[in-house]
């Protein structure tokens, strides 16, 4: 250009602040021979656009003239700065406020939560335009008073599509959908509706569960976008009417990858729900939404796999495997759970040869199932298949024993007697054992007595805790079993035994069968769970009830099953 006037020279200043080259823009702006009132503000508004708030702060003041539009520009980087004790002074050394000035500082009160200063500075304008009517109904909505921005809303003269739109989301956001004053009274009195509209009032009832009204409202609509079409199908998943969410799937003239997510999570929530029931042992909640699961095609493998888990949690192993066979595709999840399954309810040789099917069908295991597969030779005694598993994970499987592994492999250990060797593989560990490591060694002293390994790990145990004070129940009862009876004494095994044959009268789990028997159908499981292990005492009660009565007992406690028939246990009375 033979000769570069004002307007070229801000334009060619405005392209570099929008491509980010700060450096070139000063570089032109300094080389302007004249530069005018627009040029000032282009370049503080550059700054202010390239997050340079001192820059532009420097310049403004370096300004010989300012207008409205510099002191605007300068108030509103505050306010996205966030700087609003800035923008306050800046506001109030304003000598002309325009209503962009106004809503401007309103707008920055409203977005840092500040709704006093808001409704001062709005009471104080002396012309208001919806902008402004519009930012104290959104302040008062994004703050949760739904009640103040009805009353600003009544009180606007003329309300555009934004105005109405606001409004309704407040209802929505408080839940407020059919009542008197509500999002539907809202959608139903305004004059024009766009997009926003439909999708909001929608949106609402798909939130709150009201996928018939939803669906009312979305039949309603002239224009359905993908948006919409989304949020009725993601609706319909998560409330778990698949097939309805199917539907208006296929109704979608094109799928993006949320819109694939969000079908797939519908079957994804049915594994969430079973998995709460599973924690919570409700077991025929568990198995209704196993009827639904059915019913509705929703049929997968991790659903499958969540209701392996319920069956096992909730001590129905048989139903659990039948489950477990009619998955086609399995997966190490599906094939862990049930191994795990398994081992928690003592059958050791099932958990193993299951595990043994599973490398056949080429599932590599991960650390989770190779625990299970060393619980299930702990609680049946398979020693050499135990020290077998653990020795050769880290070769054959390139898993490395963690915590978990040492515990059950110890545990194993202790039960069958080599407690020596159980202590050595403790001090041999590369990191430090943890409390139910030393309490199963306790325990294991305490049923072999050996008074040495049992007072190491009593010592250790109430160190980390001293007042634990079944640690010295334990240590007692080995104390008195092996004739030293002013030991046991001494560390209070005399009183102890008079506190227990008094409580034990009131064990949760006695009276828990007893209520279960009065209660269910001759010939069907009584089914009891506790959240601690369960006494000798009551494990003796339970064999005896299960004997005289002829039903089957199936107790769960924080370590294992126990399956009660008989009289007889199928832990071998060592848990």
């Known amino acids: 250009m033979p000769s570069k006037c004002e307007v070229a020279c801000g334009t060619m200043i405005c392209g570099c602040f929008s491509s980010g080259n700060v450096k070139l823009a000063n570089q032109l702006f300094d080389e302007m021979p004249v530069k005018d009132l627009v040029a000032w503000n282009i370049m503080i508004k550059g700054y202010i656009k390239n997050n340079n708030i001192r820059a532009s702060r420097q310049l403004f003041d370096?300004?010989?003239?300012?207008?409205?539009?510099?002191?605007?520009?300068?108030?509103?980087?505050?306010?996205?700065?966030?700087?609003?004790?800035?923008?306050?002074?800046?506001?109030?050394?304003?000598?002309?406020?325009?209503?962009?000035?106004?809503?401007?500082?309103?707008?920055?009160?409203?977005?840092?939560?500040?709704?006093?200063?808001?409704?001062?500075?709005?009471?104080?304008?002396?012309?208001?335009?919806?902008?402004?009517?519009?930012?104290?109904?959104?302040?008062?909505?994004?703050?949760?008073?739904?009640?103040?921005?009805?009353?600003?809303?009544?009180?606007?003269?003329?309300?555009?599509?934004?105005?109405?739109?606001?409004?309704?989301?407040?209802?929505?956001?408080?839940?407020?959908?059919?009542?008197?004053?509500?999002?539907?009274?809202?959608?139903?009195?305004?004059?024009?509706?766009?997009?926003?509209?439909?999708?909001?009032?929608?949106?609402?009832?798909?939130?709150?569960?009201?996928?018939?009204?939803?669906?009312?409202?979305?039949?309603?609509?002239?224009?359905?976008?993908?948006?919409?079409?989304?949020?009725?199908?993601s609706g319909y998943a998560h409330n778990g009417l698949m097939n309805k969410a199917r539907k208006v799937f296929y109704q979608m003239p094109h799928r993006d990858c949320i819109t694939w997510s969000s079908i797939i999570a519908g079957a994804y929530a049915f594994a969430s729900v079973i998995s709460v029931w599973a924690d919570i042992v409700a077991f025929e909640l568990g198995k209704q939404i196993h009827g639904h699961v059915i019913k509705g095609g929703f049929a997968n493998c991790n659903v499958e796999t969540a209701l392996i888990s319920m069956y096992c949690k909730c001590g129905s192993i048989n139903e659990a495997y039948e489950l477990f066979e009619r998955i086609e595709d399995k997966d190490v999840i599906s094939w862990t759970t049930l191994i795990v399954g398994y081992a928690r309810h003592g059958l050791g040789q099932e958990a193993l040869q299951h595990f043994e099917s599973m490398k056949l069908s080429s599932v590599k295991p991960n650390d989770i199932t190779m625990v299970g597969v060393l619980m299930a030779c702990s609680h049946r005694g398979f020693v050499e298949k135990g020290k077998h598993y653990f020795y050769s994970m880290t070769k054959d499987h390139g898993i490395v024993a963690n915590l978990m592994h040492y515990s059950c492999l110890i545990d194993l250990l202790g039960r069958v007697g080599l407690l020596e060797e159980a202590y050595d593989l403790i001090k041999s560990m590369p990191f430090e054992p943890n409390v139910k490591i030393w309490g199963s060694l306790l325990g294991a002293s305490k049923t072999h007595g050996n008074i040495e390994l049992g007072e190491k790990a009593a010592e250790i145990l109430l160190y980390i805790d001293p007042w634990k004070s079944s640690v010295n129940v334990q240590l007692a009862h080995i104390y008195g079993a092996s004739g030293r009876w002013e030991d046991a004494e001494r560390i209070g095994l005399k009183r102890r035994e008079e506190e227990k044959h008094h409580s034990i009268k009131y064990h949760s789990e006695r009276l828990a069968v007893a209520y279960g028997i009065m209660k269910t159908p001759s010939g069907r499981h009584v089914r009891v769970f506790k959240n601690l292990r369960s006494c000798e005492d009551c494990h003796v009660v339970m064999k005896l009830i299960s004997k005289i009565t002829g039903r089957s007992i199936i107790l769960r406690d924080s370590n294992r099953f126990h399956h009660i028939e008989g009289g007889e246990c199928n832990c071998g009375d060592y848990w």
């Open 62 to 233: 370096q300004m010989p003239i300012k207008d409205v539009i510099s002191w605007n520009t300068m108030l509103s980087g505050y306010v996205k700065n966030g700087s609003m004790d800035e923008a306050t002074r800046v506001f109030d050394r304003m000598l002309v406020k325009d209503v962009v000035s106004w809503n401007t500082i309103i707008s920055g009160y409203v977005q840092n939560g500040l709704m006093d200063e808001a409704r001062r500075d709005f009471n104080q304008m002396p012309i208001k335009n919806v902008v402004s009517w519009n930012l104290m109904v959104s302040g008062y909505v994004q703050n949760g008073l739904i009640d103040k921005a009805r009353r600003v809303f009544d009180r606007m003269l003329v309300k555009d599509v934004f105005s109405w739109n606001t409004m309704m989301s407040g209802y929505v956001k408080d839940g407020l959908m059919d009542e008197a004053m509500s999002a539907k009274r809202v959608f139903d009195r305004m004059p024009v509706k766009d997009v926003v509209s439909w999708n909001t009032i929608i949106s609402g009832y798909v939130q709150n569960g009201l996928m018939d009204e939803a669906r009312r409202v979305f039949d309603q609509m002239p224009v359905k976008d993908i948006l919409l079409l989304r949020t009725m199908m």
